[in-house]
């Protein structure tokens, strides 16, 4: 394999491809990628195109944001090429020690979308150490009894290179009493032993130099080299001899200091001074003791099976004569649960939409156990309820994704728990808490306080007054739950909305735009909507009703008795045989006001004679109170007041001419339209006076009549078509509006006619009278009579002509009673029930259609009738 290329290529270069191959490249891109790479690379070396291992392509780098995640920063992506570029120094010695492979494993985290990978780079050692003795020289004490073929363990070389270029080997210079023998111990290491070939004697030389060298096995090999001195010393016969030659223990890490790790024991078969054996560690130690008497090593510190897994001493046993003997402690360290994990969050999303799917990558959490074995096995979980979970990613590494839907507006934040607990008797764990914020997205429409909305306004509001407020609510934040309202709809005209009412698009007021009348329009309906600010914008609509209340601003009008066109005002006649309770007349009014507004009551306000008659509070119809007698006056007169029930209530009146007489001869006198006299005495003369003048006239009348009759016969219909101009006046009829709102029942119009002050007996016409039209003889007082629309059927469709006139006979007067007569009659016949005509017992309502007259029925409606 070359050096700084990764053993896989798990992504195809081709861009079009990588859709259609992730599928069966997904497995691999979940394993490491690894390079091999030399130590000691020079800073900004390549170790490989990265982007490229990844799948990248170069115009992907800006956007993804290649970066490395590691506590030390060995290594860095260009930001150009996407190659993985040697940071900082790599000297494996002091990465990885002694370790047989030396592996550097990070994450490159790539951004937009969040992802990360896992990445390897294994240092490959060169031979850039060289072996070397922990002291230029050192001594060594031989007795010359020593036999040949004694051995004597010397100094070790140390080489933090492994594999070939560590020590191999020793060298000793040339000598003849000495040669030299490489052992290896179990663990692979190698010693030298310093053997004697020939028997020493200190009295022909005393003191030897030798050079020992240690070599490695690197191309070319580097060396190391010590000075021996020997020095020969008197004959010693017998050196210290250990019980082991190698000790081996095992020991805990977590043991506190002064803890006994073992006691080495040696024997000396000499006597006196040359078996006193003293210990003594062949090189100076600091983590351990040893007590030179008994042999004891104990430890002086606590250890850290993290640091240093196994440490091997040599112990010395020397006698008093010199002879030294060495053993073997090898000493390994048995691993504690003694760290707990660390919990590391790299990666971590500032803000979460609330509408992210689940399985959206939030952070990467990593996580690291200086134990090994189940003590160093850890396993990762979140504490409590929340919409997140944990997945495991790769060795110590786990992903932090969303579980399920998420809602800002009943959790805008999460305070989440990251625990990590190892497999240890007892196990060891370690949190993290980490705060997620919940981001807002436009998920929620505005909604309204109630579901409609009814608004009661009474008329004649000052315009621009508020008569209502909508309000509505968004749970969202920001722009998103901002709203303003607006009306969408109505059932008023579409141009004429905005005259009417306005909202406030902030607040939600609605604004009456002008002064409502209940009169001309009682409700409307409105459809408001409340929208908010969203992208897409959210809405929502209520409807709402607006009823005008009425107010009493409009007072009782009068419909009958209505004046005449001079401003006078008409009379009714009552026979003077009326029994009490008789129907005099009915003053009919209206009120354009609904309601309580509306209801009318009817007063008397003034009357000539109080008891004479009895006013319905109600209906307005006027009756008797009683018989009429002989001193009562023939002429009464009633103001009558007509109030409605508003508040503060709005009053009319109307004035009630009444004559009692029997004929309209006899009514005649009384028909003057001056005011009453206070005082009864003179009222009776002024009676008198005006029948004797009444009286005279018609006597002239009734001469001239006789006259006008004789000659009518002899002269032509041409000459005599009217007997005078006056006689045959034309009136065109006036008509009030129309009402059909109040108290009344049904619609009233009214026409009035005008009509001159002359009696006649007999009314002529030169053409025929066009619809519309009426004739009105002097003896009707300008008397009311309602005439139907156009429209409607006539029962005598005939006009009348020259040829139709009418003549009055006393006897006629005589025996209609109240009649009036008239020289012609409307173009319309109306009929009306029987019992609306008054009780005269010799005319029937038939017989007077026929006869063409006019009078009134008992409640003073006008009824004409044509000759069929």
Same mark, same amino acid.
């Given at each position: ?44 070396? &390549? ?55 030396? &592996? ?26 060289? !072996? ?18 004694? #051995? ?68 070319? !090999? ?112 048995? *691993?504690?649960?003694?760290?707990? !994990? ?73 305070? &989440? ?6 497999r240890g008797k007892p196990p060891l764990s370690s949190s993290t808490k980490v705060t997620l914020h919940i981001g807002d997205v436009n998920d929620n429409p505005p909604?309204?306080?109630? %579901? ?79 929208? *908010? ?8 609509? $209520?409807?709402?009703? &607006? ?42 009014? $209206? ?6 507004? %509306? ?18 509070? #109600?209906?307005?119809?006027? #009756? ?15 103001? $009558? ?12 009146t109307a004035t009630l001419l009444l004559v009692f007489a029997d004929s309209l001869q006899e009514a005649l006198p009384d028909l003057s339209d001056r005011p009453l ?55 065109? !009829?006036?008509?009030p509006p129309n009402y059909y709102e109040g108290t009344l029942p049904y619609s009233y119009n009214l026409y009035g006619a005008h009509a001159t002050k002359t009696e ?63 020289? %012609? ?44």
């Amino acid at each position: 394999m070359r050096e700084g290329a990764p053993e896989r290529h798990p992504v195809q270069r081709r861009p079009m491809l990588l859709l259609f191959l992730l599928p069966l490249f997904c497995p691999a891109l979940c394993e490491q990628i690894r390079y091999k790479i030399p130590e000691e690379m020079p800073t900004g070396s &390549v170790v490989g195109n990265l982007a490229k291992d990844l799948g990248f392509t170069v115009q992907e780098l800006p956007t993804r944001k290649l970066r490395i995640s590691s506590k030390k920063p060995y290594f860095s992506v260009s930001a150009t090429s996407g190659d993985l570029l040697v940071s900082s120094r790599l000297d494996r010695e002091q990465i990885c020690g002694k370790k047989p492979v030396c &592996v550097l494993e990070f994450e490159t985290v790539a951004e937009n979308p969040l992802n990360f990978y896992h990445v390897s780079v294994e240092l490959e050692d060169i031979n850039d150490h060289m !072996p070397k003795f922990p002291h230029t020289s050192s001594e060594l004490q031989i007795s010359e009894s020593a036999q040949p073929g004694t #051995r004597f363990i010397l100094e070790v070389a140390e080489d933090a290179d492994i594999a070939l270029n560590s020590l191999q080997n020793y060298k000793l210079s040339l000598s003849p009493s000495f040669s030299l023998v490489n052992k290896e111990k179990q663990d692979g290491r190698k010693y030298p032993e310093l053997v004697l070939e020939n028997t020493l004697d200190r009295e022909q030389q005393n003191f030897y130099r030798l050079v020992l060298t240690a070599l490695d096995g690197g191309n070319p !090999p580097l060396s190391g080299t010590t000075e021996l001195r020997i020095q020969v010393t008197d004959a010693n016969d017998n050196p210290p001899v250990f019980n082991q030659e190698v000790y081996k223990v095992r020991l805990p890490e977590n043991v506190p200091p002064g803890t006994t790790v073992l006691q080495v024991t040696a024997t000396d078969k000499d006597e006196g001074m040359n078996s006193e054996i003293s210990y003594s560690f062949y090189r100076a130690g600091q983590v351990f003791g040893l007590d030179s008497k008994t042999g004891e090593i104990t430890t002086r510190r606590t250890l850290d099976f993290e640091e240093i897994k196994e440490y091997s001493i040599v112990v010395e046993a020397r006698d008093g004569g010199g002879l030294v003997a060495q053993c073997t402690v090898e000493i390994n360290i048995q *691993d504690e649960n003694d760290n707990s !994990p660390e919990v590391t969050i790299d990666s971590l999303l500032e803000t979460i939409l609330e509408n992210a799917a689940p399985g959206t990558l939030i952070a990467l959490i990593k996580i690291h156990d200086g134990d090994s074995g189940e003590n160093g096995e850890v396993n990762c979980r979140l504490d409590g309820e929340v919409p997140f979970k944990i997945i495991s990613s790769s060795k110590n590494s786990y992903k932090l994704v969303t579980d399920r839907t998420l809602d800002r507006e009943l959790t805008p934040e999460y305070n &989440v728990t990251i625990t990590a607990t190892d497999r240890g008797k007892p196990p060891l764990s370690s949190s993290t808490k980490v705060t997620l914020h919940i981001g807002d997205v436009n998920d929620n429409p505005p909604l309204f306080q109630q %579901a409609s909305y009814l608004v009661y306004v009474a008329e004649n509001n000052p315009p621009g007054a508020s008569i209502a407020q909508v309000s509505a609510s968004d749970p969202d934040l920001g722009s998103n739950g901002h709203i303003s309202y607006s009306i969408i709809a109505s059932d008023l005209e579409p141009q004429s909305l905005w005259s009417y009412v306005t909202v406030n698009a902030q607040s939600g007021v609605v604004f009456a735009q002008r002064a409502f009348d209940h009169e001309q329009l009682r409700s409307f309906q409105l459809t408001l909507q409340a929208r *908010d600010q969203g992208s897409p914008p959210l809405s929502a609509n $209520v409807s709402m009703r &607006v009823l005008v209340g009425d107010r009493n601003d409009n007072a009782p009008r009068v419909l009958y008795p209505a004046l005449e066109p001079d401003g006078s005002a008409l009379f009714d006649m009552v026979p003077r045989a009326a029994e009490p309770g008789y129907l005099v007349t009915k003053v009919v009014a $209206v009120d354009a006001d609904s309601g309580h507004n %509306a209801w009318l009551s009817y007063h008397v306000l003034q009357a000539s004679d109080p008891g004479l008659f009895n006013l319905g509070l #109600r209906t307005g119809e006027v #009756r008797t109170a009683r018989a009429l007698g002989d001193k009562d006056a023939a002429r009464q007169r009633l103001l $009558v007041g007509v109030r409605d029930g508003g508040q503060p209530p709005l009053s009319a009146t109307a004035t009630l001419l009444l004559v009692f007489a029997d004929s309209l001869q006899e009514a005649l006198p009384d028909l003057s339209d001056r005011p009453l006299s206070p005082d009864p005495q003179a009222e009776l003369q002024f009676y008198l006076v005006v029948a004797l003048a009444l009286i005279s006239v018609l006597f002239l009348l009734a001469v001239i009549l006789a006259i006008a009759l004789r000659l009518r016969h002899s002269s032509s219909s041409s000459v005599w078509g009217c007997f005078q101009p006056g006689f045959c006046s034309e009136s065109r !009829p006036v008509v009030p509006p129309n009402y059909y709102e109040g108290t009344l029942p049904y619609s009233y119009n009214l026409y009035g006619a005008h009509a001159t002050k002359t009696e006649c007996d007999f009314l002529k016409c030169s053409e025929p009278l066009s619809s519309g039209q009426g004739l009105l003889c002097p003896e009707s007082s300008g008397a009311l009579f309602p005439l139907g629309d156009a429209s409607e059927p006539t029962s005598h469709p005939e006009p009348l002509t020259a040829d139709s006139e009418r003549r009055c006979s006393p006897t006629e007067r005589k025996t209609q009673g109240s009649i009036r007569i008239f020289s %012609a009659a409307t173009t319309q016949s109306l009929a009306y029930p029987t019992d609306w005509l008054p009780d005269y017992s010799k005319i029937h309502p038939f017989n007077l259609e026929r006869s063409g007259f006019l009078l009134r029925d008992k409640y003073h409606r006008t009824v004409v009738g044509r000759r069929a």
